[in-house]
């Protein structure tokens, strides 16, 4: 099972990673992936002047926005 590990750290969360877990979680839904693929908070990773910050499969991606979010999930979870 693949995992995503998403920092809830006040810092990353106040920057867009609350947004970015619901953006997540829609693209989990719209790719049939919801079943396969586990979401975890985190309480601070350690990297908040790099938030924010989430992991996917022991990848660490800094500085998630929006903008960027969709292909890094494609990368991460579509592509074999």
Known sequence: MKK???CMGSSCFARENRENLMMIEEFLKNHGLSDSVHIEG???MGNCAMGPN????G??????SGEVLPQILEKE????
């Not at 990848?59 to 998630?64: K, L, Q």
């Open 54 to 57: 989430i992991t996917i499969n």
């Open 42 to 44: 985190s309480l601070c």
């Open 4 to 6: 995503i590990l998403i």
């Open 77 to 80: 979870l579509l592509e074999i």
């Open 59 to 64: 990848t660490d991606y800094h500085e998630v």
